[in-house]
C-alpha cells in the first residue's frame, strides 16, 4: 500500500490515507482492488482481463473523533479520466482530468458513524480526444504503445481543516536580486483581518521569521534569502542555489493566527532556482549549463504507471544519476507529485509533459487546455522543473505543419505556458514542427548502425548546424512559415539502443554490452564535438513492454556497467 503522504510539497500533520483495499465493479464482476493501482496492472490484485470503460469503487471509512469540529477534506491524486463522488449515496463533486487533483469538503454528507464512499469512473479507451499520452486505445500493447491504466492511479487521502485555511502557497525565486517572492490565498471562509507567521530555514539554520497582519485573502510579499551577498550585479555562489549538483532547498513554516487561535499551519519549500537563455545557450543560475537528460516513461512491470512505492520514485533519480544524468525528459506522462518531491531533494532537472491526445478537435483541444493548467497550477513551485514540454511530435495535431489553426494551437499552449508558468523555458512541440519555442528541440535516431558508416557520418554532420538538422530528422524542424530565431539547440529523443539478444525492438541494436557501450559513445561523441548542440535526451531510462532500447530492464537492473556510461557522459563537457 502506498501509504506516505500524498502531497509533501505542501504538508500538513492531520491526515488519514484511504489508500489500501477496495470494492470494484468491472462489468459484471465485482471484486477487491488495492488503491491507488490501476485494475489493468498485477500490483492492484483483482486478477481481471479485458478492458472496462467504466468502473465503480466503493469502500467504507470512519473520520477520527479528534477531527470532530472540522471540515472534512476529500482528495484524489488523480483518476483517469471522468469521476463522480458519492459520500452515502450524496454526490460529493465530479471531475475532468486523468494527470490533476480535484478535492471535495464532504463534511455535509458525513453522518458520523461508518461513511460510504463511492467512485464512478468513466475511462473510454476508444476516444481519441482525451488525453492519454502512451495508453494504447486499440487493443494489447504495440509497437510504442502500452498498456492502458484506468481509474484511481494515485492516492486517495482525507484532511481536517479549520474553515479559515490556508488554501495555497507559490514561490516565485529571483536570482539576480536574491529574493523569493512569496504569494498566498486564503479560505474564503476566513474571517479578516488575521495573521500570518512565516518561518524560512536553509541547512538547518533560520533565515527569516516574521508575520504580518493581511486583510486580503490573496497577498505577496518578497524575502532576502541572500541577505545582501549582491556585489555588482552577481552574487557570491555560496551554495543557496538549486543544482542538481547541491539541489538546497529552503523549508518554509507558516502558520494562520485568527481570533487569538492558530487555525492552520503548512510546511512548504522552494528552491532559488533560474533558467534562461543567451545567444544560443541555456544558463543555470546564470552559469552555462549542459542538460544530460534521460527520456523517462515512468512505467513499472507490476504497477503500470503507478510506482510500487516511494522508494521507486527516489531509487529511479538515484540510478539515472549514477549513471551520469543530470535530468529527464518525462514522456507522455505528468508524474506523480511524490516523484517531483524527489527530484527537488535530490537535484534532478525535469522536463514536465502531459499525455497526449491522438485527433484534434475543438473538444480535444479544450479538454487538454483545462488540464495542462490545473498541471501548472499543481506544480508551479517545484524548482527541478525547468521545461514546460506541452506536446510531443505533433501528436494530436498531425497538420501543424501547415494548418493555421493547430499553429495557433500550439501557439497558444506556448503563450499560455509563459503566462502562468513561473521561471521555465517552455517547448511548444517538442520533435519537430516547432512553432513558437524557447529550445528548437529535434528528435532524431538516425545514428546509423555500426556497418553504416555513411550515415554516421551524416548524422555528425547534421548535428553541426541548424541548417544540417532537416537531414537526419524524419520531418521537418519547423512549422511553415517559422524558423530559428538564434534558440539553444537540444537533442531532446536519441538513441534507443536495444540489445538484440534480449527480444523486443529498439530503433537500433547491438549485440552486447561491450559493442553498446561503444555505440553509446559514439552517439555522445557527435553531440559534444558538433559545437551546436546544448544538451541531449537519450531514448530511453527503463525497458517498457516490447519496447527494449532501456539502459535498466523494466525490474530496473542495469544492462550495463552505470560507473561506464558515467564517464562516458561526464566526458561531453570536455569536448564543447
Not at 278 to 287: A, H, M, V, W
Not at 463 to 477: F, H, N, Q, T, W
Not at 544 to 564: H, S, W, Y
Request: aromatic share 12%; glycine share 10%; proline share 5%.
Amino acid at each position: 500500500m502506498r501509504g506516505e503522504y500524498p502531497r509533501p510539497e505542501f504538508r500538513r500533520e492531520r491526515w488519514c490515507s484511504l489508500n489500501g483495499e477496495w470494492g470494484i465493479t468491472l462489468g459484471d464482476q465485482t471484486c477487491t482492488i488495492q488503491v491507488p493501482f490501476a485494475y489493468q496492472c498485477a500490483m492492484s490484485g483483482t486478477g481481471v482481463s479485458g478492458a472496462y470503460d467504466t468502473m465503480r469503487y466503493f469502500r467504507t471509512f470512519r473520520v477520527p473523533e479528534e477531527w470532530n469540529g472540522s471540515r472534512i477534506i476529500l482528495h484524489f491524486g488523480a483518476v483517469d479520466y471522468r469521476s463522480q463522488v458519492f459520500v452515502n449515496g450524496s454526490p460529493a463533486c465530479s471531475h475532468e482530468g486523468g494527470y490533476t487533483p480535484f478535492s471535495a469538503d464532504i463534511t455535509p454528507y458525513l453522518t458520523g458513524g461508518e461513511e460510504m464512499l463511492e467512485v464512478r469512473v468513466w475511462d473510454p479507451l476508444n476516444d481519441e480526444t482525451i488525453p492519454r499520452g502512451k495508453q494504447f486505445w486499440a487493443g494489447d500493447p504495440a509497437f510504442i504503445w502500452y498498456t492502458p491504466s484506468s481509474g484511481i492511479w494515485q492516492s486517495v487521502w482525507l484532511e481536517p481543516l479549520d474553515e479559515a485555511h490556508i488554501a495555497g502557497i507559490r514561490y516565485d525565486s529571483d536570482v539576480d536580486a536574491g529574493l523569493v517572492r512569496i504569494r498566498f490565498s486564503l479560505s474564503e471562509q476566513c474571517p479578516l483581518p488575521c495573521r500570518l507567521r512565516w518561518q524560512i530555514r536553509v541547512k538547518g539554520e533560520e533565515i527569516y521569521e516574521g508575520g504580518f497582519v493581511s486583510r486580503e485573502r490573496n497577498g505577496e510579499f518578497a524575502v532576502d534569502v541572500f541577505h545582501n551577498r549582491i556585489l555588482n550585479g552577481s552574487f557570491h555562489y555560496s551554495g543557496l542555489c538549486w543544482f542538481p549538483e547541491s539541489p538546497t532547498l529552503f523549508d518554509v513554516h507558516t502558520e494562520l493566527e485568527s481570533d487569538g487561535q492558530i487555525r492552520d499551519s503548512v510546511d512548504t519549500y522552494f528552491g532559488m532556482r533560474k533558467i534562461h537563455v543567451s545567444e544560443g545557450k541555456i544558463y543555470l543560475n546564470n552559469r552555462p549549463y549542459f542538460q544530460k537528460l534521460v527520456l523517462d516513461q515512468g512505467y513499472w512491470p507490476d504497477s503500470l504507471v503507478t510506482a510500487p512505492s516511494d522508494e521507486a520514485y527516489r531509487e529511479d533519480i538515484r540510478r539515472a544519476k549514477e549513471m551520469g544524468f543530470n535530468g529527464c525528459r518525462k514522456h507522455e506522462k505528468a508524474e506523480d507529485p511524490r516523484f517531483l518531491y524527489w527530484a527537488d531533494r535530490m537535484g534532478f532537472l525535469v522536463w514536465e509533459s502531459m499525455g497526449s491526445f491522438i485527433s484534434y478537435t475543438h473538444q480535444a483541444a479544450s479538454a487538454f487546455v483545462r488540464e495542462w493548467c490545473g498541471l501548472i497550477q499543481r506544480d508551479y513551485s517545484h524548482p527541478c522543473i525547468v521545461v514546460w514540454n506541452v506536446l510531443n511530435e505533433s501528436w494530436g495535431i498531425p497538420a501543424v505543419s501547415h494548418d493555421p489553426e493547430q499553429q495557433a494551437f500550439a501557439n497558444a499552449m506556448y503563450y499560455l505556458a509563459r503566462s502562468l508558468g513561473g521561471n521555465r523555458l517552455v517547448i511548444s512541440n517538442d520533435g519537430w514542427e516547432m512553432t513558437e519555442t524557447d529550445l528548437v528541440a529535434v528528435h532524431s535516431y538516425r545514428h546509423g548502425e555500426r556497418s553504416d558508416a555513411g550515415m554516421q557520418e551524416r548524422f555528425s554532420r547534421g548535428l553541426c548546424s541548424v541548417e544540417g538538422l532537416a537531414d537526419i530528422m524524419i520531418r521537418k524542424p519547423f512549422a511553415e512559415g517559422y524558423g530559428y530565431k538564434g534558440q539553444p539547440v537540444i537533442l531532446s529523443e536519441c538513441g534507443g539502443i536495444a540489445l538484440a539478444p534480449e527480444g523486443g525492438w529498439g530503433y537500433t541494436s547491438a549485440s552486447g554490452a561491450e559493442e553498446f557501450l561503444e555505440e553509446y559513445q559514439r552517439i555522445i561523441r557527435a553531440i559534444g564535438q558538433s559545437g551546436m548542440i546544448q544538451g541531449f535526451c537519450y531514448t530511453q531510462f527503463t525497458d517498457v513492454e516490447q519496447e527494449i532500447n532501456g539502459l535498466l530492464r523494466p525490474d530496473r537492473t542495469p544492462k550495463v556497467d552505470p560507473e561506464a556510461l558515467r564517464q562516458i557522459n561526464d566526458q561531453i563537457e570536455t569536448m564543447l
